[in-house]
Every structure is written in C-alpha cells, then in structure tokens.
Nanobody, 121 residues
Framework: VQLQASGGGLVQPGGYLRLSCAASGFTFDNYAIGWFRQAPGKEREAVSCIESYYNGTFYADSVKGRFTISRDNAKSTAWLQMNSLKPGDTATYYC???????????????WGQGTQVTVSS
C-alpha cells in the first residue's frame, strides 16, 4: 500500500499550488480521500475530504472557496487545488485513504509521506 503526495513548494501569498496523491496497492475506488495538514506546534487538521463514489466533499471553513478537492478513480489519484494561498496555509500536507468518509484523522487507514507547503513573500 502506498500513497505518494507531491506538488508542495514555496509560493507567494495569493499564489497557487496543486497537490497530487497517487495511490497503489489497494482498491482506490472503495476509499474516501482526505487531505490533512499540520503546522509546527499544531494538531493535524482536516483540510478537505472526498467520498469514494458519490464525490461528496468537505472543506474546512478556512479554505472554502479557495481549495478544490477532486479524484479520478481510474487513475487512483486525488488532487487538491489550492488557490489564493495565505501564509496561514503553511504546513505539511498529507493525503490519506479511509473506508469511512470522515474529518477525523483516526478514521483513515493509509497515509502518504507529506509534502511541505510554504506560503511566504
């Protein structure tokens, strides 16, 4: 089982990044995908989640209107498009896969290695 997160980097405020999460080793279609982030000294928080089949989505209030989650089950890949980035978005971003659609990290079975997003001028 592997989740490979990529696409992070250094971007100026107002910029954008697109994170990718490539999955292998399990039936991607059957799993909800969550993007979580963790900043130094803070707890891991749910940023956005997407259901396995019906594509229902969740967004944290802090990213609504700026971030968009999507998935392609045929490619076993999910994405997080992040626009209008703010310094407060700086964190390590993780993708995760879970049988239950949830905002709780505890409900996710598989985790990627994390990709660093830094928003700074």
């Amino acid at each position: 089982v592997q989740l490979q997160a990529s696409g992070g980097g250094l971007v100026q405020p107002g910029g954008y990044l697109r994170l990718s999460c490539a999955a292998s080793g399990f039936t991607f279609d059957n799993y909800a995908i969550g993007w979580f982030r963790q900043a130094p000294g803070k707890e891991r928080e749910a940023v956005s989640c997407i259901e396995s089949y019906y594509n229902g989505t969740f967004y944290a209030d802090s990213v609504k209107g700026r971030f968009t989650i999507s998935r392609d089950n045929a490619k076993s890949t999910a994405w997080l498009q992040m626009n209008s980035l703010k310094p407060g978005d700086t964190a390590t971003y993780y993708c995760a896969a879970g049988r239950l659609y949830s905002v709780s990290p505890d409900q996710y079975d598989y985790w990627g290695q994390g990709t660093q997003v830094t928003v700074s001028s």
